[in-house]
């Protein structure tokens, strides 16, 4: 059974930082894009980041602006979001994503919901 577990999520005031990790198992990480995404209340999932199977390659949101640094750790199958100075648009529920993808370096951020798998999701809430 595939599994990914978000952890890290949390209360912060507008300016700090959070780190996001998710677990995998059940899967051959590095044979998966991954990527972090994130629905606010009442907004469709959104596409933050992603990074390619080998690490080497990644995207980000526009909204992120330079904030949020992505990363993956292949020999213990941990993806990992760092964000820096948060704004309360950043809140919203941040899910960890995993689709199969053939090429190491492919990146992608838009993602159909019914497309591959995902974690159950870890609540970030930014206070003005």
């Known amino acids: 059974q595939v599994q990914l577990v978000e952890v890290g999520g949390g209360l912060v005031q507008e300016g700090g930082s959070l780190r996001l990790s998710c677990t995998a198992s059940?899967?051959?990480?590095?044979?998966?894009?991954m990527g972090w995404f994130r629905q606010a209340p009442g907004q469709e999932r959104e596409g933050i980041s992603c990074?390619?199977?080998?690490?080497?390659?990644?995207l980000y949101a526009a909204s992120v602006g330079g904030r949020f640094t992505i990363s993956r750790d292949n020999a213990k199958n941990i993806l990992t979001l760092q964000m820096s100075s948060l704004k309360p648009e950043d809140t919203g529920m941040y899910y960890c994503?995993?689709?199969?993808?053939?090429?190491?370096?492919?990146?992608?951020?838009?993602?159909?919901?019914?497309?591959?798998?995902w974690g159950q999701g870890t609540q970030v809430t930014v206070s003005a």
């Open positions: 994503a995993a689709v199969r993808v053939a090429a190491r370096d492919y990146v992608y951020l838009v993602w159909p919901t019914t497309t591959g798998y």
């Open positions: 059940g899967l051959p990480f590095d044979e998966y894009l």
């Open positions: 990074i390619s199977r080998n690490g080497e390659r990644t």
